[in-house]
């Protein structure tokens, strides 16, 4: 996420009732175990599964912003396929955000528009649409417990896993301790954290995807899946120290703003930020 942005206002004190209404009644619908058809390719040829029974396509959701004016904004969707990596699909939608950015509220913020891109992938029966999704925002790991990843995945009834590139203080996590821990590892081919909390509830993982990378991600369950299966998946699609269906997310959004931002903010010609 290329900043959150900001649409210059605040929400209300009746808007923010609201979505605390909205939250706690998805979370209620909240599946934190796999509960998918799929597998995950074993590395033993013999252990393998036919191709339609196979994690094939990964999704990947990210949003940037302009620097003139922080109410553009550029999302994207990009379906990756495994195990090359190779970007199969991608779609934009260049619009004016109109909900503030509050923090523990981003889903309300992002969620709709990024449901419109998987949206138009489903109706058009498109034959890449992603059987899990990677957000650029966090899962349970959230002030509220419900997240970006989870608003998505209830909403799109998608298997989702949230990556953060930094540590919300929940329930006494640090970020400064978590990093402490991952250099302990250093010459440890694992060099991964378990995040638990003072009340003794894993909300997820901190990760150094390689070697090379001094900071960490943090990775939780979004919906319909497994901190175990969520971490293993993130493993796979990790070059750098984002995994790449974000980052090619992230890239793309980037580049297509830039192309096409001047003449928006000239025109004034976009549509407004979608319903819930």
């Given at each position: 996420?290329?900043?959150?942005?900001?649409?210059?206002?605040?929400?209300?004190?009746?808007?923010?009732?609201?979505?605390?209404?909205?939250?706690?009644?998805?979370?209620?619908?909240?599946?934190?175990?796999?509960?998918?058809?799929?597998?995950?390719?074993?590395?033993?040829?013999?252990?393998?599964?036919?191709?339609?029974?196979?994690?094939?396509?990964?999704?990947?959701?990210?949003?940037?912003?302009?620097?003139?004016?922080?109410?553009?904004?550029?999302?994207?969707?990009?379906?990756?396929?495994?195990?090359?990596?190779?970007?199969?699909?991608?779609?934009?939608?260049?619009?004016?955000?109109?909900?503030?950015?509050?923090?523990?509220?981003?889903?309300?913020?992002?969620?709709?528009?990024?449901?419109?891109?998987?949206?138009?992938?489903?109706?058009?029966?498109?034959?890449?649409?992603?059987?899990?999704?990677?957000?650029?925002?966090?899962?349970?790991?959230?002030?509220?417990?419900?997240?970006?990843?989870?608003?998505?995945?209830?909403?799109?009834?998608?298997?989702?896993?949230?990556?953060?590139?930094?540590?919300?203080?929940?329930d006494g996590l640090k970020q400064s301790e978590v990093r402490q821990l991952l250099q302990l590892k250093e010459n440890q081919d694992e060099q991964?954290?378990?995040?638990?909390?003072?009340?003794?509830?894993?909300?997820?993982?901190?990760?150094?995807?390689?070697?090379?990378?001094?900071?960490?991600?943090?990775?939780?369950?979004?919906?319909?899946?497994?901190?175990?299966?969520?971490?293993?998946?993130?493993?796979?699609?990790?070059?750098?120290?984002?995994?790449?269906?974000?980052?090619?997310?992230?890239?793309?959004?980037?580049?297509?703003?830039?192309?096409?931002?001047?003449?928006?903010?000239?025109?004034?010609?976009?549509?407004?930020?979608?319903?819930?």
């Amino acid at each position: 996420m290329e900043g959150a942005g900001d649409s210059g206002g605040s929400a209300s004190e009746s808007q923010l009732e609201s979505w605390i209404e909205e939250q706690d009644r998805l979370k209620k619908k909240l599946i934190m175990y796999d509960d998918f058809p799929w597998k995950i390719s074993s590395s033993s040829p013999s252990m393998d599964h036919s191709d339609s029974d196979k994690l094939k396509y990964i999704g990947g959701v990210d949003m940037s912003f302009s620097k003139e004016d922080s109410s553009v904004a550029c999302a994207c969707l990009v379906v990756l396929e495994l195990p090359s990596l190779r970007v199969v699909y991608h779609d934009f939608s260049l619009l004016h955000l109109r909900v503030p950015y509050v923090p523990g509220f981003l889903a309300f913020r992002e969620a709709p528009v990024l449901l419109q891109l998987l949206d138009k992938m489903q109706k058009e029966q498109n034959p890449f649409y992603p059987q899990v999704l990677i957000v650029d925002g966090n899962g349970i790991l959230h002030p509220r417990g419900f997240g970006l990843a989870c608003h998505l995945g209830v909403l799109a009834h998608l298997p989702t896993i949230g990556v953060g590139k930094n540590l919300h203080h929940v329930d006494g996590l640090k970020q400064s301790e978590v990093r402490q821990l991952l250099q302990l590892k250093e010459n440890q081919d694992e060099q991964v954290i378990n995040l638990v909390g003072n009340s003794g509830f894993t909300w997820g993982v901190g990760i150094r995807p390689t070697l090379s990378c001094l900071k960490p991600i943090y990775v939780s369950v979004g919906h319909r899946i497994s901190l175990e299966t969520a971490v293993k998946i993130v493993m796979m699609t990790c070059k750098y120290r984002v995994p790449e269906p974000i980052r090619q997310a992230d890239m793309r959004s980037r580049e297509y703003l830039q192309e096409h931002q001047m003449k928006v903010l000239e025109e004034h010609d976009l549509p407004d930020q979608p319903e819930h």
